[in-house]
C-alpha cells in the first residue's frame, strides 16, 4: 500500500542542519494497523507526514499503490491526497468557523460531490464516531474527545483507504484515548489501512506492528 | 462550492469585527466619495431641468476686449445690439436664446423684503431652455416688442409673495423695486447651479431698468445657440467662427479703444471650466492631474490597507489552509476560495456605498443647501466603482492569497 525506499529527510536552517530521518525502508500493507513509536524529535511526525504526501523526502522515494508520486505537481498530489488519505492530527485542525458537519465535509468539497451527497456522508461519519447529535455545533463548543471524533469523522468521509495519525490520543485522557482507539480498530476492521504514532506502549501492543524509530533512524 | 467560499467569507468577517469594519469602511467611503462627488459633477455640468438642451447647445458667455498698447484688458457679457446683429442672424442655429446674467431686486410683503434674483430674457429663452410651466405661459415676441410690464416667476417666489388661497396668480400683480408687472406665467424654479436659467423672476428684456441698449459688443447677456440636433455642433460652430471673423477687430466700448477682441462659443461643461480656469489650458490639465492623483489615491489607500489587512488575516488562516491542502485541496483551488471571499467583500463594500450615496444625495437634495438640487445617482459611475473595487479586491486578495495558497502544508499546519 505505502512503501519507502532510501528516504531521508534533512531540515536546513542558516546555521543547522538536521537529520530528521535517515535511510528509512519499510512497507505497510493494505488492511494493516501499524503504530510508531520512538522518544520525542526522533522523526515520527516527520515520517508520517513523508507518507502522508503532505511533506516531500530529501532523498528516496514513495509509492503509494505502486505509483511513485516524486513526479507529481500539486494537482495530482492533491488528488491523490483527496482519494486515498486521511489524517488525524494531535491537536484536531478543525476549521473554528465551521460548525461540525461543515468540517466534516471539508474532503468531499475538493471532489464532484453534490451538496445533498456531502450532507449525507457526513452524517454517516459522524454517526460512525457517535456524535450525530453535535452538526450544527462548532468546534469551541466541543471537547477534545469529541473535538477528536470529529476529526476522525473528516478523516474517514471521503472512505480513505488509509488513514494516518499523529498521536491522535495525545491531548486526551485515558478513557477519551481508548475510546478513540477503539474507533480506529473498528476502521481497521472494516479494511482501512492505518498508520498511527503514539506515545503509547499499550496502545501501540493493540496494533498489528509496531515500527520504533531512534534519532531518524528505524530500530525495530 | 461558491455559496460554501461566502459563508466562510461571512463568518470570517463576523469574526473579525475590526478587520470587517476597517475594510467595508475602506470601500464603502471610497466608493460614496466618488459616487456623490460624480453626482455633483453631473449635477453641475449634466444635461438637467431646465437646462434640458444644453448637449445640442452652444453658450457665447463673455466678450474679451484687449487694448494692447496699454495693456488692458475688459471682460463681459454681450450686449443685445451684439447677440442681435451677429448671433441671432445665424443660419445653424433652431434657436438663440438670450437672457441677462444675474441682477438683484428687492419686493415687498407685508413689509419684509425678499430678495430676488432676476433676468431679462427674450421670448427664444423660452424654447432653449426646458421650463415646465406650472400655470400660465411665457412672454411672446409682441410684448417684447410693445415692453409690456410683465413677468414669470418661480412658484417658490409665488409661495412667498401670494397666499396660498387656491386662486390662479395669473393676472395678478407683482410690485419690484416700486414697478408693478403682471404675472403672466408660473414656472418650477432652477437650481442656482445653473446660472443660466437660475432666477425669480423673469422679465421681457425691453421692460425699463433692464438698460438693454447698454453697449457696442459687451453688455449683460449671453447667448445660448441651440441646434436641430447635436451632429449640427461643428457646423454651428464654424459658422459661429466665421460670424465672428467678420466683425473689425478694433472699435471703441464705452468711451476706451480696443485693438482686438476674441469670443468663444463652448459646450455647456467646457464654458463652465473657462469660468474657472479662464483661456489658459496648462491650468486646467495641471487641475484634472490634481484630481486624478486625488482620486488616485483615494482609492489607492483603502486598497494599500486591504491587502496589509489581508496579509495578516490570511496568516492567521494557516492552519485551515494546512487542512484544505492536506484533504486535498490544490493551490489553484485554495487561490480561488480567498479571491471570492475578497470580492464578496468587496460586494458587501459596494452595497453598503449605494446606500450611504442614497442617502447623502437624498439629504443634499432635501437640505435646501442648493434650491432645487436634483443629485442623482449615476449607474455608469456606480459600476465603474464597482468595477474598479473589484479590481483593489482582486489585487489586495491575489497577493496574499498567492503566498497563503504556495504555503508548505506541514508550516501551515504548524503556526
Ligand atoms: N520545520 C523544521 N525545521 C527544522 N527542523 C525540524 C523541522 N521539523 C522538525 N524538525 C526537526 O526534525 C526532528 C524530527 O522532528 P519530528 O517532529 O518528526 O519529531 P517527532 O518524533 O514527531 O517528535 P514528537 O514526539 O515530539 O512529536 C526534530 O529534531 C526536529 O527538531
Ligand atoms: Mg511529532
Sequence with gaps: MIKLQNVEKVYRTSSVETLALNNINLTVNKGEFVSIMGPSGCGKSTLLNIMGLLDEPSQGHIEIDGRRVESYQDQKLARLRNEKLGFIFQSFHLINDLSVLDNVEIPLLYRNTSAKERRELAREALEKVGLSNRMKHFPKQLSGGQKQRVAIARAIVGRPEIILADEPTGNLDSVMGNEILAILQKLNADGATIIMVTHDDSMARQTHRLIRLFDGTQVQ | ?415
Design chain 2, 1 to 415: 462550492m461558491i455559496l460554501n467560499y461566502i459563508k466562510i467569507a461571512w463568518k470570517v468577517l463576523l469574526r473579525h469585527p475590526f478587520y470587517t469594519f476597517i475594510t467595508l469602511f475602506g470601500i464603502s467611503i471610497t466608493l460614496t466619495v466618488l459616487m456623490v462627488v460624480t453626482s455633483f459633477m453631473d449635477h453641475l455640468l449634466g444635461v438637467h431641468y431646465p437646462e434640458g438642451n444644453r448637449d445640442r447647445s452652444l453658450f457665447v458667455t463673455s466678450v474679451v476686449q484687449k487694448d494692447t498698447t496699454r495693456s488692458s484688458r475688459s471682460s463681459s457679457p454681450m450686449s443685445v445690439r451684439f447677440i442681435q446683429t451677429y448671433l441671432k442672424t445665424m443660419q445653424t442655429p433652431e434657436r438663440v436664446g438670450m437672457t441677462s446674467m444675474f441682477t438683484f431686486a428687492n419686493a415687498y410683503v407685508n413689509g419684509k423684503r425678499i430678495k430676488l434674483f432676476t433676468k431679462y430674457t427674450d421670448a427664444d429663452f423660452w424654447r432653449v431652455c426646458t421650463f415646465e410651466f406650472l400655470d400660465g405661459k411665457p412672454f411672446a415676441e409682441q410684448q417684447i416688442k410693445t415692453g409690456d410690464q410683465v413677468v414669470v416667476i418661480t412658484d417658490d417666489f409665488q409661495k412667498q409673495y401670494f397666499e396660498d388661497d387656491g386662486k390662479t396668480v395669473i393676472g395678478r400683480e407683482v410690485e419690484i423695486e416700486g414697478l408693478r408687472y403682471r404675472v403672466i406665467g408660473v414656472v418650477k424654479g432652477s437650481p442656482a447651479t445653473r446660472p443660466y436659467s437660475y432666477a425669480d423672476v423673469y422679465f421681457p428684456y425691453t421692460v425699463p431698468k433692464s438698460n438693454y441698449e447698454r453697449g457696442n459688443m459687451r453688455g449683460n447677456f449671453i447667448a445660448i445657440l441651440m441646434a436641430k440636433d447635436k451632429s449640427e455642433l461643428t457646423t454651428m460652430q464654424s459658422e459661429f467662427q466665421q460670424a465672428m471673423s467678420r466683425i473689425p477687430q478694433s472699435g471703441t466700448e464705452y468711451g476706451s479703444k480696443y485693438t482686438n477682441f476674441t469670443i468663444k462659443a463652448e459646450g455647456y461643461a467646457d464654458q463652465y471650466m473657462t469660468s474657472f480656469f479662464g483661456d489658459d489650458d496648462s491650468r486646467r490639465v495641471f487641475f484634472f492631474t490634481a484630481v486624478a492623483i486625488i482620486l488616485l489615491m483615494f482609492m489607492g489607500l483603502p486598497a494599500l490597507n486591504l491587502v496589509n489587512v489581508n496579509v495578516g488575516r490570511m496568516m492567521e488562516r494557516a492552519s485551515e489552509i494546512g487542512v484544505r491542502k492536506a484533504f486535498g485541496a490544490p493551490a489553484k483551488t485554495l487561490l480561488y476560495q480567498f479571491i471570492v471571499e475578497n470580492i464578496f467583500i468587496t460586494f458587501i463594500g459596494g452595497s453598503l456605498a449605494l446606500v450611504f450615496s442614497f442617502v447623502i444625495i437624498q439629504l443634499i437634495n432635501n437640505s435646501g443647501w442648493i434650491a432645487y438640487a436634483d443629485l442623482a445617482i449615476n449607474p455608469t459611475v456606480f459600476l465603474v466603482s464597482l468595477a474598479v473595487c473589484f479590481l483593489f479586491g482582486l489585487l489586495s486578495g491575489v497577493l496574499p492569497a498567492f503566498r497563503m495558497s504556495k504555503l508548505k502544508i506541514v508550516d501551515a499546519l504548524k503556526s
